[in-house]
């Protein structure tokens, strides 16, 4: 199994400030590797793919970095509506996810 | 669009089996090349995926759960349908029905808004 770590837990951030997420796997997933969105009681929404490809109608301001075992997720500047808890996913084998990070207001 | 929606009972009691349906909209499960999968997330929990499901049967799962699940398509009814046996506590979840975009092992979208199912006697 390919475990995924996401880090920090949770972040406090301002509205229009920048927010960088992490997410380490345990062993190489090249760069499938996804980001996932979810807001209370809701499903997840699908962000962003391939590491750093966005979803259909995603806002540029997520964007996606990295390869290998280290990635990154950047909101360029927070919206209120994007405070919510963001999951990284693994799909170079069968699919993992991350315990989540949680982006609160400060 | 392409829409996804679960239904199920929503208590069932430990030892028992879990049943779940997922009613798909705006395509046919059968006629297309698409995968169908389940993901489960316990309250205030992370994300499990439970298995996946290609249009001609074929079927993925979750080595840790491989034992108890059973993953199935209806195309009759468009629906692909979810059975865990044996449940105890610690199925207790809302579960998700999602697509898998491209292969079994892929990204998920779209997501169906999820059922919570508990496990009590």
């Known amino acids: 199994e390919i475990v995924m770590t996401q880090f920090p837990a949770t972040l406090s951030v301002s509205p229009g400030e920048r927010a960088t997420l992490s997410c380490r796997a345990s062993q190489s997933v090249t760069s499938n590797l996804a980001w996932y969105q979810q807001k209370p009681g809701q499903a997840p929404r699908l962000l962003i793919y391939g590491a750093s490809t966005r979803a259909t109608g995603i806002p540029a301001r997520f964007s996606g970095s990295g390869s290998g075992t280290e990635f990154t997720l950047t909101i360029s500047s927070l919206q209120s509506e994007d405070f919510a808890v963001y999951f990284c996913?693994?799909?170079?084998?069968?699919?993992?996810f991350g315990q989540g990070t949680k982006v609160e207001i400060k | 669009q392409l829409q996804l929606q679960e239904s199920g009972p929503g208590l069932v009691k430990p030892s028992e089996t879990l049943s779940l349906s997922c009613t798909v909209s705006?395509?046919?499960?059968?006629?297309?090349?698409?995968?169908w999968g389940w993901i489960r997330q316990p309250p205030g929990k992370g994300l499990e995926w439970i298995g996946s499901i290609y249009y001609s049967g074929s079927t993925y799962y979750n080595p840790s759960l491989k034992s108890r699940v059973t993953i199935s398509l209806d195309t009759s009814k468009n629906q692909l349908s979810l059975k865990v046996s044996s449940v105890t506590a610690a199925d207790t979840a809302v579960y998700y029905c999602?697509?898998?975009?491209?292969?079994?092992?892929?990204?998920?979208?779209?997501w169906g808004q999820g059922t919570l199912v508990t496990v009590s006697s």
């Open positions: 996913q693994q799909y170079n084998n069968w699919p993992t």
């Open positions: 999602a697509r898998p975009v491209t292969e079994p092992y892929s990204w998920f979208d779209p």
């Open positions: 705006g395509d046919s499960i059968s006629s297309s090349i698409y995968y």
